[in-house]
C-alpha cells in the first residue's frame, strides 16, 4: 500500500523554468509534510516543509502548495538553475510519536543549461 | 560536528554471509533510522529507535536487525544476505524536541552476489 504517490517519476525543463512536482497522500493522520532533496552518491537532505494548518509555506525559489481537502501537496521550483538537478523526494509523518517518514517514490528533475 | 556517519560506503556480499553496516551520530539525537533504496522505489523504513535500549519495526524489516545500546550507535545486522537485499542504505537521525527534521547519512552501497 502506496501512502504517499509522486508524480512525475521525471521532469526535463530548461533554466529559468518552473519545475512542479505532485504528491497525493492517503492517510488523514498525517500532519507534517516535507520535501527532500537528494544529489547523486548522497543521502537526503530536508529543502521544505509545511503543515496543514497553512495553505502555501515560500523559501526562496521554494514554494510548497497544501490542498487538506484534495489531500494533495505540490513543491514548485522557480527560476529552475542546473544546480536544482536532482531527485525530489515527497514524505509525510504524523506528530507525536516516532515521527517515522512515509517516502514518496521520487522525481528525478533535469534542469538543462 | 560530523552529523551521521555510516560505514563502510561500498561492500560486496556473497549470498548467505552476513554483515554489520555501522551508523553513528554526534548530535545527541535520540530518534534513529534505517532505510533502504532501490531505484525508482523512494526510501523505505526498515527499523528505527526513539532511544537506546527501543527499538521497532518499519515497513520493510524481514531479514535484518538492529540494537540500539547507545544514543550514538545505531548499527544494522544482515543475517543470511541475499540478492533482494542489494540496496543503498541509509541511516537518518532526529530529535523531536528539535523539530521533525531527519538528517541523513551519505549511505552505504551494498552488493549481494
Known amino acids: 500500500q502506496q501512502q504517499v504517490k509522486q508524480s512525475p517519476q521525471s521532469l526535463i525543463v530548461q533554466k529559468g523554468g518552473i519545475s512542479i512536482i505532485n504528491c497525493a497522500y492517503e492517510n488523514t493522520a498525517f500532519d507534517y509534510f516535507p520535501w527532500y532533496q537528494q544529489f547523486p552518491g548522497k543521502g537526503p537532505a530536508l529543502l521544505i516543509a509545511i503543515r496543514p494548518d497553512v495553505s502555501e509555506k515560500k523559501e526562496g525559489r521554494f514554494t510548497i502548495s497544501f490542498n487538506k481537502s484534495a489531500k494533495q501537496f505540490s513543491l514548485h521550483i522557480m527560476d529552475s538553475q542546473p544546480g536544482d538537478s536532482a531527485t525530489y523526494f515527497c514524505?509525510?509523518?504524523?506528530?507525536?510519536?516516532?515521527?517515522?517518514?512515509?517516502f514518496g517514490k521520487g522525481t528525478k528533475l533535469t534542469v538543462n543549461p | 560536528n560530523a552529523g551521521v556517519t555510516q560505514t563502510p560506503k561500498f561492500r560486496i556480499l556473497k549470498i548467505g554471509q552476513s554483515m554489520t553496516l555501522q551508523c553513528t551520530q554526534d548530535m545527541n539525537h535520540n530518534y534513529m533510522y534505517w532505510y533502504r533504496q532501490d531505484p525508482g522505489m523512494g526510501l523505505k523504513l526498515i527499523y528505527y529507535s526513539v532511544g537506546a535500549g527501543i527499538t521497532d519495526k518499519g515497513e520493510v524489516p524481514n531479514g535484518y536487525n538492529v540494537s540500539r545500546s547507545t544514543t550514538e550507535d545505531f548499527p544494522l545486522r544482515l543475517e543470511l544476505a541475499a540478492p533482494s537485499q542489494t540496496s543503498v542504505y541509509f541511516c537518518?537521525?532526529?530529535?523531536?524536541?528539535?523539530?521533525?527534521?531527519?538528517?541523513f547519512g551519505p549511505g552505504t552501497r551494498l552488493l549481494v552476489l
Open positions: 514524505a509525510a509523518s504524523t506528530q507525536g510519536g516516532s515521527e517515522k517518514l512515509v
Open positions: 537518518a537521525s532526529s530529535d523531536p524536541g528539535l523539530g521533525e527534521t531527519q538528517y
